[in-house]
């Protein structure tokens, strides 16, 4: 976690906290079996001298499972957390600092109290009106369901491994950074031609369009569906007034919203509305005939056949085979189902598949016909010449590209050791040649300082991963957590 650290470090101290009230954000974590040997109850691994307890393991797994849910979408769940073995990627982490508080211990790194509560003072996360506040900073531990020893342990751990991270911190010199700005400030002098493609040439017959299916008949399948017995509950009484209409929007308004995640008034809502209340209303009758239906009392009238795609299996949960489900919405009532079978997703015939494989031989010979009038072109078209471009260039085609062509072009360029070549869009190849180079000029401080920055962090990550490499050799490691495949 010291690579991470060091890609943070102006947040280093409100991280610590952050992930502190992650922890409580995310509530209680069911966690995989222990080894309940009396002396590891409380840890769920140990290296060298360092042990992790099961507490810091919730935590970093917390924080982490934030983290990832921040950055994805609201509906990241434990199940998507358990297919990703997040409980292995939260002890490896805590693994990878206990190895490097180890080695803190071992150069005779160390925090003391004073540097801890200076810390803590400093805190923007404990000021009030820019001072510190003791009365803050209980509450805060309080509602985090913390002590102050717990926290300020913790505390502790960052600021050595922040200690030892600058301490094994190599700085670029001279040389290093010449090298990364030849690399960086290089402008090539370009000229650069547009072939189009004409895409009527492409043609194929059936006996190649029947060998490219043969070829590629796994990736053509039915989908998978789920057939159903069914019971929709509509409402007797559709007449519903206006006033009892608008007393259901105001209490759930929020739900109703366009496509521009816009509230929306209650008349653009008005049949919304209307399914949704009869829907409500409609709910416990539902019930009763879910029951009785169970009970063999009545029995269902509709036979579905549904895919993934519908909103019914969406609106569905754990269905089981010969179980009935609890009735949902559906249009202005509810629907009661019952699951019969589920037809896995089967190769299709060639008749079935022949519009969709037909689709991507095309694409197929299209993008081969490209290459080869790209290739063809290279020395014999009319170029124009662009200028001088850097990695860092604008867009300097005066329209003959856009700026996200632009963009691959660019990067295509500085990517090849090549003098001339090509760059493959929709329907058109860029021939491009370079006639001269030269350097930018790299001596600003800004330049040299963003430079030694970038070089520093690609120096520092390696040796850091190399060096973790390397004590993983010198200090036991003991996992006692027996869940998520950790061994």
Known sequence: MINWMQKHKKSLIPTVWISTIAFVGAGFVGWGAYDLNKSRSTSVAKVGDT???????????SEVYNYLKSITDVNFT???????????????ALIQDAILLNFAKDLGINASDEEVAREIINSDNFKTDGKFSKKLYE?????????????EKELKKVIILDKLKKAISIKPNADDIE??????????????????????????NDDELKDFWEKNKSKYLTQKTYEMDAYFVEPENKNVDEKTLREFFEKNRDLYRNENDKLMSFEEANASVLNDYLADFNKDEAIKRYLDIKKGKIFTNKKLVLNDNDE???????????????????????LITKLTKINEPQIMEFDAAKKLAGNDLFEAKKAEDLKNLAENSLGKVTMKDIGFVSKASENTTNGILSDEEFAKFIGSLFASDKQDGYVLYDNKALIYKITSQTLDNPTSAKYISALESSLSKLINTKLQEDLISVLQKRYEIQRYYKGGGVE
């Open 139 to 151: 509450n805060a531990m309080k509602n985090a369901g913390l002590s102050q020893n717990e926290y």
């Open 312 to 334: 019914i299996i969406k609106n569905l949960q754990n269905m089981k085979i010969g179980e009935f489900n609890k009735p949902i919405k559906y249009k202005n009532g509810n």
């Open 51 to 61: 042990a992790i307890s099961i507490k810091e393991f919730q935590n970093k797994y």
């Open 179 to 204: 090298m990364l700005a030849a690399s960086e400030f290089m402008q090539d002098k370009v000229e650069i031609a547009i072939v189009d493609q004409n895409v009527s040439t492409i043609t194929f």
């Open 78 to 92: 434990d199940e998507q957390a358990k297919k990703m073995h997040l409980d292995e990627m939260a002890i490896n």
